[in-house]
């Protein structure tokens, strides 16, 4: 049975996941530190005998008991608003937490995988973004702190493979959206859909010229899962190409909604990247895999989620 430390466990993705690995007959063992994460996204793990949950906080020296296969580093507050509030906790966990992760890999000798992210190529001045591109990141705006945590973790995971001949893996992830988002976590869709369902009107920010791709979560985990089981080092772009404005999106999560609010406008907050598209052709050609769900489908899965949660939960301040 394959041993398998999954970081950021009780966050979004890392709890999708935690649900992967499970139902892969592997011996998983969940960490978080529950700074962003949310404990309810893994309770029903708890009933499993292949599950152990550790609360810790990975920028410090991390100790697991046992042999390990891989570990997959997806500990990392990953909302602007998040990280904005956090900053020093989010250099730290994409340096420090990284490190000790590698670190953790080499003794075990264990591959590991680590999450980056289509942040890494700042405000684009390549569209769509193929893996070769090096970015156009502002290293000492208020965004930094993460692109630049994540930058500095793919540099040193690359160290550790060419240096220390640690099996490593690069998932450069580009916006994923699904049910175990929190409502309040800033992005752009539980906003919209938090703001529609407490018939609010829809923020926009800056005149929604902007553009993303969105991403349904099931699709990203099994890229992820093809890509830890293949042989392939470089980083690896993960996302669905259809990309959308902001403007639009709002415009869809209002008919969805099927409510009347209204679309305002707020100012574009600094360095917030104006296109975003991943070119997904090494994915498909290394990995064969491409996305399968599409928008419609999985926003009306993830608009059920939202709408299935207790009251509370929509008016929950950040924490
Ligand atoms: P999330 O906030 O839901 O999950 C992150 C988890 O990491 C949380 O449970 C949090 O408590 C935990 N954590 C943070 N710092 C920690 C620390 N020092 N020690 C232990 N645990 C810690 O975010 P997410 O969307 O699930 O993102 C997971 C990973 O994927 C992050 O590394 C993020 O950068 C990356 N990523 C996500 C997206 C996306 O669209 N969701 C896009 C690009 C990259
Ligand atoms: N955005 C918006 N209204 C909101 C939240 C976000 O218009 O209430 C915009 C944001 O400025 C950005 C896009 O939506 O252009 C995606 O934002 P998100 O925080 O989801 O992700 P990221 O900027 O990290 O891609």
Known sequence: ?????????????????????????????????????????????????????????????????????????????????????????????????????????????????????????????????????????????????????????????????RFHGVETRIVRIFNTYGPRMRLNDGRVLPAFIGQALRGEDLTVFGDGSQTRSFCYVDDLIEGIYRLLKSDYVEPMNIGNPDEISIADFAEEIIKLTGTDQKVIYQPLPQDDPMQRQPNIDRAKKILSWEPQVSRQEGLKITYDYFKSLPEEELYKKEH
């Open 1 to 161: 049975m394959k041993r398998v430390l999954i970081t950021g466990a009780a966050g979004f993705l890392g709890s999708h996941l935690c649900d992967r690995f499970i139902k892969e007959d592997c011996y998983v063992i969940g960490m978080d530190n529950l700074i962003t994460g949310r404990i309810e996204n893994i309770e029903h793990l708890f009933k499993e005998e292949n599950f152990h949950f550790v609360n810790h906080d990975v920028s410090n020296y991390v100790h697991v008991p046992g042999e390990l296969d891989y570990i997959l580093h997806f500990a990392s507050p990953a909302s602007p608003i998040d990280y904005l509030k956090i900053p020093i906790q989010t250099l730290k966990v994409g340096s420090l937490g990284t490190h000790n992760l590698l670190g953790l890999a080499k003794a075990k000798g264990a591959r590991m995988l680590i999450a980056s992210t289509s942040e890494v190529y700042g405000d684009p001045l390549v569209h769509p973004q193929t893996e070769d591109y090096w970015g156009n990141v502002n290293p000492i705006g208020p965004r930094g702190v993460y692109d630049e945590a994540k930058r500095f973790q793919e540099a040193i995971t690359m160290a550790y493979h």
